[in-house]
């Protein structure tokens, strides 16, 4: 007798979107409901998103679009990005508006974010911290050209998120768990100019599992004095209710009160006249009417329209949400599951007479206390890893908090006992007070699990000196390195150390390698290709 066996779930998000299992499955249902062939109970799409999502055509999402993203480079300004995507079905040019670092910040990479926004599936179109208003405005104006189409049916999606919906025990961005802060330890010594923690977060019964490569997600909390100057300057009671919580404690965790967002303005423009109308209404628009847009966090924006009293719940309602950090975790599993480490550098500047405080960084740099909870996951890695034989050689350049991951893979390493060689240049600016982990790193390299560490102090001497010089100067052993096998791993700054070590590494393929400067842009490439050159830059 013969029995009727479901169809397997096509695999449509790549094996390397960073995604846990539970994700990528739900994810999978998700868009196989999107493109069922049936129909049944289907509403119809719009052209752009039968365009995107149907199948039948040359890819997955039944457009002409051939898979290439040019502008798939954070170092490229929005407007060359936008340049790059001209022509291109409306879901590309959404992801070219994204900062394109693939960070998961906003729970996806760029490309998964915003495929879900065209299937009307994400509503929320300033999720990309690192794009800011810039892609948020950008977006928002993609999004007009949406249309009114209805929304896919959520028949459509319900049979295969009802089946493979993670399960609400997994810690995730939207469902993270609740960790204890344990530690923060000085990563500098006395005298440097930055300030930079060692942190230890406590997971025990946390449900929160990961792997090296991973990143860590937690929420941080407003600096109460901000919220408060907040509260007096809207000249409003800080208990005012706002669904079953008080200002103040909405302004605490619920919203950022960093880049003040157009919507604010916007507010702003309708409880104002005259000149300050327009002027509310130049900055909603992106304008910058007397120079100071890039200065006007919350607070100042309040400051610059003195006498305004939105209503407390209007006002909040114009606010960005306040939204995770993520940070590369620095420890391994292997030597303890239930705790996680991370170097964290603090942010903190002046602008006029304010210190602008960054609110994950000095939330724990100093804000929270010991034993206190944390919300927190784990951000899965996007192709970031020790590769899977232990024998491999691996190369690691990690400036300043770059270094976090690497010392995550050389505990994980000497717990593993792994064969493989491990060869870290680490860079800051000064040897005297800024080179983290030293004594772990000597005890690693008298141990023999830290073959070779190569420094770059960037201000000890007259002229600055980086990773990638100190790259350039044994260039011919990391060629050998290269021609043995060894994966290279880059993490850290990704608006500038990123693209110069990988220029390095090029001029080193091809100085060291003999090919023309053509094949070793085309070495680099494969090795990317082939899982053996992979970033983690932000
Ligand atoms: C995958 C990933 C891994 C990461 N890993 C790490 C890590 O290991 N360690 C680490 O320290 N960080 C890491 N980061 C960065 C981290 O997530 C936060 O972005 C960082 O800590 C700042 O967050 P914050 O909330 O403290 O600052 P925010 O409140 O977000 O403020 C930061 C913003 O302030 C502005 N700003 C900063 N300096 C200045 C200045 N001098 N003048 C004017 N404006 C300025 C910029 O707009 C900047 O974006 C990582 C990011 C990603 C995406
Ligand atoms: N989103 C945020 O707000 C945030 C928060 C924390 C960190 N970050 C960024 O994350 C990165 C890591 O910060 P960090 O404090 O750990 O260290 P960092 O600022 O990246 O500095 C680490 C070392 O890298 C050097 N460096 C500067 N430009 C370089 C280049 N083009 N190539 C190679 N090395 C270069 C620095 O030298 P000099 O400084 O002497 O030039 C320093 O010696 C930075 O880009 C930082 O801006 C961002």
Redesign the pocket.
């Known amino acids: 007798m013969s029995q009727t066996v479901a169809p397997p779930i096509p695999s449509l998000v790549p094996e390397t979107a960073p995604f846990s299992p539970e994700q990528r499955a739900w994810l999978n249902g998700f868009f196989a409901g999107l493109v069922s062939l049936d129909g049944a109970g289907v509403t119809a799409l719009s052209a752009e998103q039968s365009a995107a999502l149907m199948p039948g055509g040359a890819n997955e999402f039944g457009d002409s679009d051939d898979g290439s993203a040019p502008w798939h480079d954070q170092t490229l300004a929005l407007t060359e990005r936008m340049k790059l995507a001209d022509g291109k079905p409306l879901r590309r040019r959404m992801m070219a508006a994204m900062a394109q ?1 693939d ?3 906003c729970g996806y990479n760029c490309e998964d974010y915003s495929n879900l926004i065209v299937a009307k599936k994400e509503e929320r179109l300033n999720l990309c ?2 794009g ?1 208003k810039e892609t948020a405005r950008m977006l928002k104006s993609l999004y007009e050209e949406l249309g009114k189409a209805p929304a896919p049916s959520p028949k459509v999606a319900a049979e295969p998120i009802a089946k493979s919906a993670p399960a609400p025990s997994i810690p995730s961005r939207d469902n993270p768990a609740t960790g204890t802060f344990l530690t923060r330890t000085r990563l500098n010594k006395p005298g440097s100019q930055k300030e ?1 923690w060692h942190i230890e977060i406590d997971l025990s019964d946390t449900g929160i599992a990961y792997t090296v490569g991973d ?1 860590f997600g937690l929420f ?1 909390v407003n600096d109460p004095a901000l919220v408060d100057a907040v509260i007096t300057a809207l000249d409003a009671p800080a208990n005012f209710p706002i669904g079953g919580r008080t200002l103040r404690e909405v302004l605490i965790d619920g919203v950022s009160l ?2 003040a967002p157009d919507m604010l303005f916007q507010l702003y423009s309708y409880l104002t006249g005259g000149a300050r109308r327009q002027k509310a209404k130049a900055l909603a628009a992106g304008e910058d009417p007397d120079g100071d847009a890039a200065t006007l966090d919350v607070l100042a924006a309040i400051e610059k329209f003195p006498g305004i009293r939105p209503d407390p719940e209007a006002f909040i309602e114009a606010l960005d949400p306040l939204q995770p ?4 975790i ?1 420890s391994s599993p292997t030597i303890d599951p239930t705790r996680v480490a ?6 903190r ?1 002046k ?1 006029a007479k304010r210190t ?8 724990l740099a100093g804000r929270i206390r010991v034993n206190a909870p944390v919300r927190c996951y784990v ?1 899965p890695a996007h192709a970031f890893g020790l590769p899977a034989d232990p024998q491999t050689p691996i190369i690691m350049i990690g400036p300043g ?2 270094v ?1 991951p690497f010392r995550a893979f050389l505990h994980e390493r000497m717990a593993t006992k792994a064969k493989g060689r491990n060869w870290l240049f680490f860079g800051h600016q000064h040897s005297a007070t800024d080179f983290f982990y030293e004594d772990e790193f000597a005890g690693m390299k008298a141990k023999g699990v830290l073959t070779r560490l190569s420094l770059a102090w960037s201000r000890d001497g007259e002229e600055k000196f980086y990773v990638q010089d100190r790259m350039r100067e044994v260039g011919r052993d990391l060629w050998h390195w290269l021609a043995d096998g060894a994966h290279v791993y880059v993490c850290g700054d990704g608006k500038r150390m990123a693209k110069d070590v990988e220029r390095a590494l090029v001029d080193i393929v091809a100085q060291h390698g003999a090919r023309s400067a053509d094949q070793a842009i085309a070495f680099v490439a494969d090795l990317r290709k082939q899982g053996r050159y992979q970033q ?1 830059v ?1």
Do not use: E, H
């Open positions: 670092q960070c998961g910040q911290v690192p800011g930079t990143s941080p960093s880049p950090r993520l940070y590369s620095a991370l170097t964290v550098d603090t942010v500047y602008i602008r405080l960054g609110v994950a960084s000095t939330f951000q908090t770059g976090a983690d932000y």
